[in-house]
């Protein structure tokens, strides 16, 4: 089984397309537990796994972006030195770009397992080119997803209105900061899913045919 990245945009449905994918094709959702298990696998310390996606990228201000500061993520400790001058815990700060250096190097790791899906995390860049990976954008009008948003979330009109504005800003700053790309070039996905023109079940039905036709990778490689 092929993996699977999906962009998605707030309020489109895609999340419970994603939802229905796992659990009609067996596909393992990309979260901060499958990160841990691929990066013990991997030799990397699960210490240090922290999910940096879109979501909990808060955009940043002018003098952020003009002098290309990179703030803290997480802080953890950790004990370091040797048995013969002995050991001693010392604090580790992860900054946004160390956070984003790990979520590739498990997106890629997870590449190699098959039967993943992967939801946002610039995973359609990080794979951009890889065989037996198919790239899917999930989008709707943006009335449609204020509407979405406040059935769900129980927002006002205007609270929907600028939750998804203020998302949609932070998930274009989020790509074109750490990956150079934007979310609504056309030409890093295979498939473009209108769910304002597709019921649900007719878009699972074009990503599973879509499935069929990318390109496999060869029976000898893993890669």
């Not at 003009?66 to 815990?89: D, I, K, N, Q, T």
Request: aromatic share 8%; hydrophobic share 40%.
């Amino acid at each position: 089984m092929p993996v699977i990245t999906m962009s998605r945009q707030i309020g489109s449905g895609g999340d419970q397309l994603a939802q229905r994918l796992c659990e009609e094709l067996g596909l393992i959702a990309f979260d901060k537990r499958l990160m841990a298990r691929v990066a013990s696998e991997v030799g990397i310390a699960t210490s240090e796994i922290v999910d940096y996606s879109e979501t909990e990228y808060e955009r940043r201000g002018f003098f952020d972006q003009l002098f290309r500061r990179s703030r803290p993520v997480a802080e953890f400790s950790m004990w370091v030195g040797s048995p013969s001058v002995g050991y001693e815990r010392r604090a580790r700060i992860l900054d946004e770009y160390g956070a984003i250096d790990l979520i590739r190097a498990t997106v890629t790791a997870a590449y190699e397992r098959d039967n993943i899906l992967i939801i946002g995390r610039g995973g359609q860049a990080i794979l951009e080119g890889k065989p037996d990976v198919l790239h899917v954008r999930v989008v709707a009008t943006f009335e449609d997803r204020v509407a979405r948003l406040q059935e769900e979330q129980n927002m006002t009109p205007g609270q929907a209105r600028r939750y998804l504005e203020e998302s949609d800003e932070s998930k274009v700053e989020y790509l074109r900061l750490f990956f150079n790309v934007t979310p609504s070039d056309a030409s890093l996905y295979h498939l473009t899913v209108n769910t304002s023109k597709l019921s649900e079940d007719g878009a699972m039905d074009l990503i599973k045919s879509a499935l069929a036709m990318i390109p496999k990778r060869d029976q000898g490689s893993n890669g």
